[in-house]
């Protein structure tokens, strides 16, 4: 008998980066980026070092496509609250969505970006610096929303777009620090509320 013909399909990926990567989020998330090893990351992602150097980087590298992932998840609601109608519901919107997403219990508690800057050693000042540069992004973005509602007569012509937009992401960070010391979603719904009686109203 003649033997048989093979068809060559090539190599298969070993592993889905898109997977592995959602596995190296939760590690992060849960251990910090200082408190997470090499070690941590190739046995929840499921590939040994040189499969992650080659797809990903290094640690460093892995981490912030991690950070990327983390801020493009559906339930991230920064993107939709800019979206928002008024700057209010802005205001709004982002805190309450803040509240459940830094309670929900699917996911590891806080918030990547805050509490990876917040406990980044020297080390890892490049890391730091990384997402100190989002969260100032961020605020930037929020700023130039609420910039654009004042024009617009949304705000009273005495308030400050950038003030508001720091005031926001002081009360969001705050956030994040009093989930990790334990309250839960009501209370951390009762921080949105109080934060939002101080928001200025339209004259």
Partial sequence: MGQKSVCCIGRPRAFDSEKALEKALEVFWRKGYDGTSLADLTDAMGINKPSLYAAFGNKEQLFIKAVDLYENR???????????KTAYA???????????????????????????????????????????????????KIAE?????????????SADPEALARYLGTV???MTIQVTNGSDQQQLREIAKMALMAFPQPQ
């Fill in 74 to 84: 559906p339930n991230s609601v920064f993107h939709d609250a800019l979206m928002q």
């Fill in 90 to 140: 802005v205001a709004e919107y982002m805190l309450y969505g803040v509240a459940d997403d830094l309670a929900d219990k699917s996911h590891p508690n806080g918030c990547v970006i805050v509490q990876g800057a917040l406990s980044c050693s020297e080390a890892a000042a490049s890391v730091k610096e990384a997402l100190i540069n989002k969260r100032v992004g961020h605020e930037a």
């Fill in 145 to 157: 929303r609420f910039a654009e509602a004042k024009a617009a007569g949304d705000l009273p012509t």
């Fill in 172 to 174: 969001l960070q705050g």
